[in-house]
């Protein structure tokens, strides 16, 4: 029986197997991709092993534990596999979510077979953790709307095939008057550049020029966009926590082998009691969010209530653990942790981020706290 506190036996074996392929079939492809682009053959690579179809199964729900685990497992043995995969489930899910038949049976089996790249593009310059403030203008035109405006830190732009966009259709304020888009990549006035990021990432703005978009484009109900973008993070934010989990098992499992093999001082690292304390706390804390990370994602596959809170809480633990135990394990290493191309030297570039998107850390403690005077 699957509990949130152990794995089941075919958890482990999945997770096991997971890393087996992250190793061996996607780390060759992830090196041979372009730094800050979007790496197709890895995408078209997580299609072929199936991946893509146990985040987004034919006839069933997204499972989140099923997310964390994948999630998870690739981030072990590589991070850019594992964001490659969180990304097409991010922007895909709005359509998986709230789609019509029309738009999901479209877009989720490309997106499934690798062969279709999605970005969810909710972020703007003016408008990040608070997200009920943006301003991409929906003006009505005909039946539907052209879209004008611009935005930023989206994952996966400008290359993506399909964009879950957040625009603003009506006078109302804040959230209620939001409204989300299914955009293809390919619409006419879209475009956009890339960003150079700490930790090579595929990512870039969208630029918006009058941009034609429809009612068969619209995913969910006008001026429903806001409560789409939310629902969705409430799924994704423990996979943030699970990928930051799978970085801080890497990191640990790298400074368990180096105290155990250094030699100073006349014996092995772990000697010293400053190093074990410090491998021990890093173990601690780790599986401590790992198990926050569990709960939180069996709590949503249970549709269990204070789902938000949950998600949060699982997040802001989970990557400020991961911040820390990494840090730890580059302080157990010494200068060669931080020689470029050295795993931590990697680990400690890519663990920066989750901190900050899909909600800042300062974000999950304000929705945790809403939650307490609900
Ligand atoms: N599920 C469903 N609906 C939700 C929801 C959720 N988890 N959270 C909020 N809503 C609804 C609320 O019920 C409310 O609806 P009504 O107006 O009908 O009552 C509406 O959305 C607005 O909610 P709220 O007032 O809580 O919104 P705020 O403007 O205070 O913003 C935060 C809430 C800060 C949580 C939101 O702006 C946020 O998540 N910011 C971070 C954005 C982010 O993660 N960006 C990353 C992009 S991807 S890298």
Redesign the pocket.
Known sequence: MTTPFALDAEQRAWCAELRGLAAERLRPLAERGEPGRVNRPLVEALGELGLLARLFPADAPVRAMELCLLRESLARECTEAETALALQGLGAYPVAQSGTPAQRSRWLPEVVAGRAVAA?A??EPEA?????ALRLRAEPDGDGWRLSGGKT?ISNAPEADLCTVFARTGEAP???GVTAFLVPGDRAGLSGDHLDMLSPHPIGSLTFDAVPVGPADVLGEVGGG??VA??T??LFRPSVGAFAVGMARSALAAAVAHAGRRRAFGGPLKDLQAVSHQLAEMATRTEAAALLVYAAASAYDAGEPGI?GRAAMAKLLATETAQYVVDAAVQIHGARALQRGHLLEHLYREVRAPRV???ATE?QR??IA?ELYR
């Open positions: 969810f909710l972020s990040g953790s608070d997200a009920a830190w804040g959230a209620r806001f409560r939310m629902r993070l409430d938000a998107y899909e909600g974000v304000t929705i809403k």
